[in-house]
């Protein structure tokens, strides 16, 4: 079975200052799907941004960027520029080929104005 | 925009109680999904659905039951509910491939007495 672990369970960051989000994963799979979701308070969980496992490169979405080490099992989250509109509940998640997902506990990430 | 929606942000039942909590998603996606969110444990999966009347369990299964006569709706039962079920429901729905992002309803918080 697949698990995700995020080891931070509170981060916070002053505004504009860059922040990354840790999260390691442990899987016998070679072929599956890495997401950040975002869960503003009280809010619906949204995508951040999604990482193919077969791909070397790592993926961005304007401010936030990960830093995918397949071979370590790490998959970061760096939010650059921070903006008040960035606290929330981060979450790591795995998809494999089952269709399922297995997610992190969760990191809640506070910015300071 | 793909729109998930639940039926109640909030519900209040007493033990032994049969509880439905209703989830209908008005993209056409095969997938949907019942997640439990608990502060410290994340996401955890309950059941899930790829087609309908299909269902897989997830990994918190017990004490839970779930209906897909169409495919936009995606129903969770507590049949005799607990206590321990005083929780946060999230259902997701995606479309059936692990590549893609599950798009999340706003959530159920239920309060079991």
Partial sequence: A??????Q????????????LSCTYDTSESDYYLFWYKQPP????????????????????NRFSVNFQKAAKSFSLKISDSQLGDAAMYFCAYRSFTRKSTFGDGTTLTVKP | DVKVTQSSRYL?????EKVFLECVQDMDHENMFW?????????????FSYD?????????PEGYSVSREKK?????????????QTSMYLCA????????????????????L
């Fill in chain 2, 12 to 16: 209040v039942k007493r033990t032994g």
């Fill in chain 1, 2 to 7: 697949q698990t995700v672990t995020q080891s």
């Fill in chain 2, 52 to 60: 309908v009347k299909m269902k897989e369990k997830g990994d918190i």
């Fill in chain 1, 42 to 61: 009280s809010r619906q969980m949204i995508l951040v941004i999604r990482q193919e496992a077969y791909k070397q490169q790592n993926a961005t979405e």
């Fill in chain 2, 93 to 112: 729905s995606s479309p059936d491939s692990y590549q893609e992002t599950q798009y999340f309803g706003p959530g159920t918080r239920l309060l079991v």
């Fill in chain 2, 72 to 84: 936009e709706r995606f129903s969770l039962i507590l049949e005799s509910a607990s206590t321990n």
């Fill in chain 1, 9 to 20: 369970p509170e981060m916070s960051v002053q505004e504009a200052e860059t922040v990354t």
């Fill in chain 2, 35 to 47: 997640y439990r969110q608990d502060p410290g444990l994340g996401l955890r999966l309950i059941y």
